[in-house]
Every structure is written in structure tokens, then in C-alpha cells.
């Protein structure tokens, strides 16, 4: 039978939520993207008019990160829960496993439990210059891109560190993210690596690059204590 691991997004990820508009220099993990300030030529605009796929514990598209004045909505959206909806986050689907009993597992947003996918989102396209604690201001990468929330991580974790979710609803966020036409899709969770060939997460992300969406997938935490080859699924697949 195919495999249906458990992904569990709190502590996957050592990232700074957005940019510090007064630093510049390169972040020190291998093979992330540099940092750049706020003046950076082409930040103001960067992202403009593409939709970025977050599959995570859910975005609050109220956060003053995604501030939607001055976006209009595009064509065809917004998409699934409209009330979690802005012309910023335009997609707000969430993906409950059958018979899920927590109160919050269908909403695209926990007000109790979610704040991962919120950060991640804001890394990727939190709008630029928004304003933060001692005077900075921040910005993502893409500030100017959409963002769509597909909230795939549903069910409190026994351990109390954020939400979890399965196999089967991450593969149905990734199907959904690239029928909803996105053109990336970000999953900063991860979990050991197994055979391949029954790794349903890693063929359906194979199977979104195939369709032309870019997945863009953590590398894990454990490089420090374990070294090379410590990557895990789905971010080693192929």
C-alpha cells in the first residue's frame, strides 16, 4: 500500500520572517536566497502578477503583511473559502482528513493553532516596506506577488507544536494548487525519507513540475547534526 507519512510543519524551517529593509548580505544557510534591502533595485515591483501556492497550516489573510490595498483580484478568483479571501491571498482552501473532529481542521485559517504558513507566506511575498517593531520595515522576496493558502497541515499535533496533516491531504493541496494556476508552490515541511517509488507527496510534486508550476521545498533542519544526506522527503525528490 502506498505510504501516508505524517508532516508536521512547527520547527521545520529557521527562517526570518521577510527582509530587514536597513541589511543587506546573504543568509547563512546553503543555498537560500540572498537577502536584499528595501531599495533594491526591483523589489518594489518584484512578484508582480504571479500566484504563490503556500501548502501549510494556513495563512491569516489579515495580517498586516498581506495588506491587499492596491492589488485587484484576478480573473477567475478568488478561490475556495471567499470569506478567507483578499485581492492579496486569493486562494483559501483547506484539506480536513476524513472524520476530523477538531474544530478549526476545515477552516483555511486556525485562530488557535496556525502561524507557520504565515510566516513562510510572508518570507515569500509579505508586502514591501510594511512597517515592523523598532522602526524597520520588511518585505518578501516577491512583494508584489499573490499568495494562495491551502491549508493541508489540519489536526493538532499530540506533542502541542502547531497543526499535522497526511499524505493523502497534501497531495490534494498540490492538485488543487496547480488546477487553481498557480505558478509556485512552496511546502516548508517535511518528513524522513522513504522509498521513493511510494512516496505519493514527492511524484506529485514531480508530477506539478511536469505541468510547469515550480515547487519550492524545505531542505529540513538536520544538516547541523547530521550532515549530508540529511534532507528530507519531499525536498529530496527528483
Not at 514531480?206 to 525536498?235: E, H, K, L, T, Y
Request: aromatic share 6%; glycine share 14%.
Amino acid at each position: 500500500p502506498l505510504a501516508a507519512g505524517d508532516f508536521d510543519a512547527d520547527g521545520r524551517d529557521d527562517l526570518a520572517i521577510g527582509c530587514p529593509q536597513d541589511l543587506v548580505g546573504a543568509a547563512t544557510s546553503a543555498g537560500s536566497v540572498t537577502l536584499i534591502s528595501g531599495s533594491a533595485t526591483g523589489l518594489t515591483s518584484a512578484g508582480q502578477g504571479i500566484k504563490i501556492g503556500i501548502i501549510d497550516d494556513g495563512v491569516d489573510q489579515t495580517h498586516p503583511f498581506f495588506d491587499p490595498a492596491g492589488y485587484t483580484m484576478p480573473p477567475g478568483f478568488p478561490k475556495g473559502q471567499a470569506a478567507y479571501t483578499t485581492a492579496k491571498v486569493i486562494v483559501a482552501r483547506a484539506f480536513a482528513p476524513p472524520g476530523a473532529t477538531w474544530r478549526h481542521a476545515s477552516k483555511p485559517f486556525d485562530p488557535e493553532e496556525s502561524g507557520h504558513a504565515t510566516h513562510v507566506a510572508g518570507i515569500a511575498a509579505g508586502n514591501n516596506r510594511t512597517a515592523a517593531g523598532g522602526g524597520r520595515r520588511l518585505s518578501g522576496v516577491a512583494p508584489r506577488a499573490y499568495i494562495g493558502n491551502y491549508k493541508a497541515l489540519t489536526i493538532p499535533t499530540d506533542a502541542g507544536v502547531g497543526l499535522d496533516g497526511n499524505a493523502p491531504e497534501l497531495v490534494a493541496a498540490i492538485e488543487a494548487a496547480v488546477a487553481d494556476g498557480m505558478d509556485v508552490i512552496n511546502l516548508s515541511l517535511g518528513e524522513p525519507e522513504i522509498e521513493p517509488a511510494r512516496d505519493v507527496v514527492a511524484l506529485a510534486l514531480a508530477a506539478a513540475a511536469a505541468a510547469g508550476v515550480v515547487p519550492v521545498v524545505a531542505a529540513g533542519n538536520d544538516f547541523d547534526q547530521f550532515g549530508r544526506g540529511s534532507v528530507s522527503s519531499p525536498g529530496s525528490s527528483a
